[in-house]
């Protein structure tokens, strides 16, 4: 159950994150002629004073970016024992610094500072999601009919 449930979960992470990182233009590429665009890296700071600070995310991004890489936690988090080191270990800190990243992006609606910092890949984080979802539902020795099976000592006739 945790693990269709884990699968569930960085499904709809990899989903979010697809939605908020094309900015939205995947949906409409796929029912008209119109080009998508797609953010697959960026690492950005910015911290001024004297003017007014203009974010490049509408609050419907940010709010989709904080979802996907919350869900991206709880999916990893669930799903540590099943997966790979290297797989739980990048995509849980790609998860939380892509949540960081839009808190404090998103506090921009809440208090007036000029703190930017996103470091985001959805690159990576995709293609994690991909390894983790396909590591979660391939079958393991345990539940495998054919796991306890030695073919070593299997004689094929000529």
């Not at 998508?36 to 004297?50: A, D, E, I, K």
């Amino acid at each position: 159950m945790r693990k269709n449930f884990a699968t569930w979960t960085l499904g709809m992470h990899a989903g979010l994150l697809l939605l908020a990182s094309t900015r939205f233009s995947v949906i409409t590429w796929l029912w008209s002629e119109r080009s998508w665009t797609w953010n697959y890296l960026q690492c950005s700071f910015q911290n001024g004073w004297g003017r007014q600070y203009q974010s490049d995310y509408s609050l419907a991004m940010v709010a989709s970016y904080i979802g996907a890489y919350l869900i991206g936690i709880i999916g990893f988090a669930l799903a540590w024992r099943h997966l790979s080191a290297v797989c739980k270990t990048l995509g849980l800190i790609l998860a939380v610094l892509g949540l960081v990243s839009f808190l404090i992006e998103g506090s921009h609606w809440a208090a007036s500072h000029h703190l930017s910092w996103i470091f985001i890949c959805p690159l990576a984080s995709l293609l994690l999601a991909g390894i983790a979802i396909i590591q979660l539902t391939r079958p393991n020795k345990a539940t495998h009919p054919t796991a306890d099976r030695d073919l070593s000592s299997t004689v094929i006739p000529d």
